[in-house]
């Protein structure tokens, strides 16, 4: 509940309630629903109560609902433990109100063998990938036993439905369903979002997380947390087996699985073969900047000569992705938050990190020089060009200006799959909502490897492999980093070798898994800024605390950021989680963030 200042609240009660039970609390001038975190008896502190200042108030249990397991509040509790924030927003973020709003939904059960669950790991493409899922779900339900299907999106979960239901359509259920699926008496197959983890049966005995090396599930507001940590916790406590898949798993996962942490549930597949055939342009070659180079554009005509369908993708949404001072080589930043302002059209410098803005009549901010270059090729551009070549063809844009709803999205996409002929550009919104198209082209990718990033290695090889699945005949990549060993492993396919390389580079400098990183940002005028400047650093001095200072134009405020640095094998460190603690709501936390920058 927002406008709260306490993670916990205590009630009395002649009635015993143990830890998960729902009750319903006087809060304020009304109730509302509560979580037993914890009781004990009232008699052990007596005198405490005889002498405050204020009473306590009763409490009444909700009886429609059980409350949730022994092992579901483990989970909370180490969660929040990992990511140093209370267990009350840990619960926010992982019980939606569906399972408030009925009850009924939240039948917990608990592990009477108390045996502890593993965590086994699937590495393969994708056809082969729901192959060995569904060889996983019919053994399960040969042995009496229900599975828990985990994506990070609605679009993936249709996806795995129309994929994992032939021949037991009558057991498939999504989440819309979810009272049905309890009710059901034979063993069932449930796909849903990781929000929906606390469904649970007393025959769930398998929990999958499908794509497990995606973006999305990480939380994007407080608390700043992994939905996959919360599973992980929750399947271990419960004595579950849980499956982790996709066509390439995160790293740390791997490393994981080859210090002997996880397990392999099927033999783990280092180098994909593509089907696909692929072919890298090296723009470095021509000799004037081109946004489509000859051999795309032949690429792109041979397409449609044929009536088919092909997606470009750009990195980034706008004009240019960069803008460099001709004079003095600096790249323009947002004055806000540091991060390169993205031209628009009309020329317009928008930061895609914070909203902020500049007019076309901006100068640099290191020389005070007019000569600004705009670099990079954003989709906005790629869809103007397409427009000026191709203007008989049907040409849809998908990026977050042109799709700024899911439903947008789907229905530009719809109409484009829908089309005999055409082109698609779009970012990496427009991944979800795609299925496979005849030809996918790479536009550029050099503003991803611009950016200081520890964890942009990894992303640039998941998201080409993952580019390179969508398509059905060809695949090109026009780039000027021809020669990039990651490039070309991604391009091969050798995920082994990739592997070795990026894990032995974080090693040496004990990045990621090797540690720990925490994040703490705080905004404000400048004197606040050097006020909690000099209180984080006398409160984490023994933790050599880093400390980045950013300029806002915006109300004269500045960013102050703080990066500390913990070992993994030491994680969660109990002195450093609790002077994260003891930090008030104006600072924002992130442990083990994908990114420091």
Known sequence: MRGLTKPTLSYFSKDKFSS???????????????????SFDARQIKDDIKKSSFSLKKLTAVKEASGLSPAFMQAVRQTAHFYATSEGSVLGAVLPKKFLASPKLLKQTTNKTQVCGEVRLVQLVDEERFREYRGIIREAFARRQSVLFITPTKEEALRAKSLLSTGIERYVYTENEMLKALEDKHPILLITLPSLIAFDRRDLKIIIVERENSRAYQTMSRPFLSTKTFIEYYALNKGLTLILGDSLLSLES????????????????????????AEIVNMRESKTFEILSPRLRNFINETLDKNKRIFLFGVRRGLAPSTVCSDCGSILLCKNCHAPMVLHSPPLYVCHHCGAKRTAETK?????????????????????????????????LVDKESAPTR????????????????????????????EMVDRVGVVSLGSLFSIPDFSINERIFYLLTHLRSLAKE????????????DLEQAMRGNILDFYRAEIAEREEIAYPPFSIFIKVIFEGTPDKVKKQSIYLQSLFIENKPHFILNQRAKHGKQILSMILRAPRESWPNAEICRKLLLLTPDFLIKVDPESII
């Open 20 to 38: 998960g039970t729902f009750v319903k609390i006087p809060l304020r001038k009304g109730s509302t629903l509560a979580i037993v975190k914890s």
């Open 254 to 277: 791997l490393w994981r699985e080859r210090n002997g942490q996880f397990s392999e549930f099927s033999p783990l597949t280092w180098r994909i073969k593509h089907e696909t055939p």
């Open 364 to 396: 640099c901010d290191t020389c005070g020089g007019w000569r600004l270059m705009p670099l990079g090729i954003g989709t906005e551009r790629i869809f103007e060009e397409c427009k000026k070549l191709y203007k008989d063809t049907p040409i849809f």
């Open 407 to 434: 439903a947008k999205a789907k229905a530009i996409i719809k109409q484009f799959q829908a089309s005999k002929r055409g082109i698609l550009v779009g970012t990496e919104l427009s991944l979800p909502y795609l």
């Open 474 to 485: 060809a695949f090109l990549i026009q780039s000027r980093n021809v020669g990039s060993e």
